[in-house]
């Protein structure tokens, strides 16, 4: 249980400390994403105006009608073409990327790649 417990304090200091830094350096609105063991959720902030511009995820009904799991690299893929495809709806064509407190490698990737793909400008793809 203390191990755990250590893990959750860490990933909080570490989302809070990568969402300032997101939110302190760009005047873009924001892509955040929220990882859990079954879903994945993603929606574009505009901190500016406390507003949320777009947002996806694996519990919208269009996903649940492909029947596919929603915890997966697959799901995080449709679910980057989603929150894409209703950003560009909204006029919205760059962003900066808020991974949170994950790192980005496996479903956030696979979702920023996607968006990226659809039309939405995150940045620079990073190197492998």
């Known amino acids: 249980m203390r191990k ?42 505009d901190d500016n105006e406390h507003k949320t511009l777009a947002s996806a995820s694996t519990m919208d009904k269009s996903f649940r009608a492909q029947n596919l799991y929603g915890g997966n690299v697959a799901a995080a893929a449709v679910v980057g ?9 909204a006029g919205v ?16 990737k696979a979702l920023a790649d996607a968006a990226r793909q659809n039309g939405l400008d995150i940045g620079a793809m990073a190197e492998e």
């Open 93 to 108: 064509k760059e962003v900066c990327f808020d991974r949170g407190g994950h790192k980005y490698h496996g479903r956030v």
């Open 81 to 89: 073409k989603a929150v894409a495809e209703r950003a560009l709806a």
């Open 4 to 45: 755990q417990k250590r893990l959750n304090i860490q990933r909080k200091v570490r989302k809070f400390r990568v969402t300032n830094a997101v939110k302190r350096h760009s005047n873009r609105p924001r892509l955040s994403v929220f990882r859990s063991a079954k879903h994945i959720y993603a929606q574009i902030v």
